[in-house]
């Protein structure tokens, strides 16, 4: 199964872009990578994910290289409210149906 | 739509209790999964469920027992309660296939004594 690796923590400013690194480069060609986030202990909140395109939402934008093994979560404009721990996670199994978590990267924003 | 709910928030068993930690979801999702989660590390897969009727073992299957009689509801079932298994417990859902969004509860704070 494919892993993945994170810095343990970072810092960022408020309203500036919070850019969080991902290796991966163990991925196999049909599995995709998500991010999640979780503040405090609250459940995992879904962020974004993709399988080899960049990819942007409401929330943030996903850079994916195009050896696919590395990928960049961007906040664009982070606030104290995403202060959290960030998870890049491989989707894998048979069906994808399940997730390998790491100890992810914990965002502090700072006033 | 409530998404997935997990029943009790919090509970505090004796060592050698059993208990059942209780987790519906209302999106038709075939996928359950139960994951654990203990101080300062990323969540770890116990149990998973392709659909009614289908369990499998995830990572760490030990002391905790499940089963899938309908699509909407996952019970995982400790047998017998031990001081290891304090932690935070979160179901999650999802359609089938590798690209579809898997969805968390919001978590079951458990503690043994």
Redesign the interface.
Request: glycine share 10%; charged share 15%.
């Given at each position: 199964d494919a892993k993945t690796t994170q810095p343990p923590s970072m810092d960022c400013a408020e309203g500036r872009a919070a850019n969080l690194p991902c290796n991966h480069s163990t991925i196999s060609g049909n599995e995709y990578v998500y991010w999640y986030r979780q503040i405090h202990s609250q459940g995992p909140q879904y962020i974004i994910h993709g399988l080899k395109n960049n990819e942007t939402n409401e929330m943030a934008s996903l850079i994916i290289t195009e050896d696919r093994k590395s990928s960049t979560l961007i906040l664009p404009h982070a606030t104290l409210r995403d202060t959290a721990v960030y998870y890049c996670i491989v989707r894998v199994g048979e069906n994808g149906q399940n997730f390998v978590f790491g100890p992810g990267t914990r965002l502090s924003v700072l006033p | 739509n409530a998404g997935?709910t997990q029943t009790p928030k919090f509970q505090v068993l004796k060592t050698g209790q059993s208990m059942t930690l209780q987790c519906a979801q209302d999106m038709n999702h075939e996928?359950m999964?139960w994951?654990r989660?203990d101080p300062?590390?990323?969540?770890?897969?116990i149990h998973?469920s392709?659909g009614a009727g289908i369990t499998d073992q995830?990572e760490v299957p030990n002391g905790y027992n499940v089963s899938r009689s309908t699509t909407e509801d996952f019970p995982l079932r400790l047998l017998s309660a031990a001081p290891s298994q304090t932690s935070?417990y979160?179901c999650?859902s999802?359609h089938?296939?590798?690209?579809n969004?898997?969805?968390?509860?919001?978590?079951s704070?458990l503690t043994v004594v």
């Amino acid at each position: 199964d494919a892993k993945t690796t994170q810095p343990p923590s970072m810092d960022c400013a408020e309203g500036r872009a919070a850019n969080l690194p991902c290796n991966h480069s163990t991925i196999s060609g049909n599995e995709y990578v998500y991010w999640y986030r979780q503040i405090h202990s609250q459940g995992p909140q879904y962020i974004i994910h993709g399988l080899k395109n960049n990819e942007t939402n409401e929330m943030a934008s996903l850079i994916i290289t195009e050896d696919r093994k590395s990928s960049t979560l961007i906040l664009p404009h982070a606030t104290l409210r995403d202060t959290a721990v960030y998870y890049c996670i491989v989707r894998v199994g048979e069906n994808g149906q399940n997730f390998v978590f790491g100890p992810g990267t914990r965002l502090s924003v700072l006033p | 739509n409530a998404g997935v709910t997990q029943t009790p928030k919090f509970q505090v068993l004796k060592t050698g209790q059993s208990m059942t930690l209780q987790c519906a979801q209302d999106m038709n999702h075939e996928y359950m999964s139960w994951y654990r989660q203990d101080p300062g590390m990323g969540l770890r897969l116990i149990h998973y469920s392709v659909g009614a009727g289908i369990t499998d073992q995830g990572e760490v299957p030990n002391g905790y027992n499940v089963s899938r009689s309908t699509t909407e509801d996952f019970p995982l079932r400790l047998l017998s309660a031990a001081p290891s298994q304090t932690s935070v417990y979160f179901c999650a859902s999802s359609h089938g296939g590798p690209g579809n969004t898997i969805y968390f509860g919001e978590g079951s704070w458990l503690t043994v004594v």
